[in-house]
Nanobody, 123 residues
């Protein structure tokens, strides 16, 4: 049984930083591309970024480029999302997900999801 559990969310001021973690169980993490999504209140869930299996290639949506960094530690079965220079519009529920293809960006290209962790950026 594959499970993804996010943690690390919270309340942070504008310009602050947070690091989210996603622990994966029931699956060999090194075999999969992993991604992060977010969903703000009243909006559709959107793709934040992804990381390849070895961790040496990442891809981000334009709205987080230069501010967010995805990394992974396959030995710890954990994927990270480092978020810097946070803005109020970054407020959302953040999800990690396991991809079922290499160049995944769409929701249907991810087959397992965590329950999400809330990030709130106060102005």
């Amino acid at each position: 049984q594959v499970q993804l559990v996010e943690s690390g969310g919270g309340l942070v001021e504008v310009g602050g930083s947070l690091r989210l973690s996603c622990v994966v169980s029931g699956s060999t993490l090194s075999m999969y591309v992993m991604g992060w999504f977010r969903q703000a209140p009243g909006k559709e869930r959107e793709f934040v970024g992804r990381i390849n299996r070895s961790g040496d290639t990442t891809y981000y949506s334009d709205f987080v480029k230069g501010r967010f960094t995805i990394s992974r530690d396959n030995a710890k079965n954990t994927v990270y999302l480092q978020m810097n220079s946070l803005k109020p519009e970054d407020t959302a529920l953040y999800y990690c997900a396991r991809a079922n293809r290499y160049l995944a960006t769409r929701e249907y290209e991810f087959d397992y999801w965590g329950q999400g962790t809330q990030v709130t950026v106060s102005s």
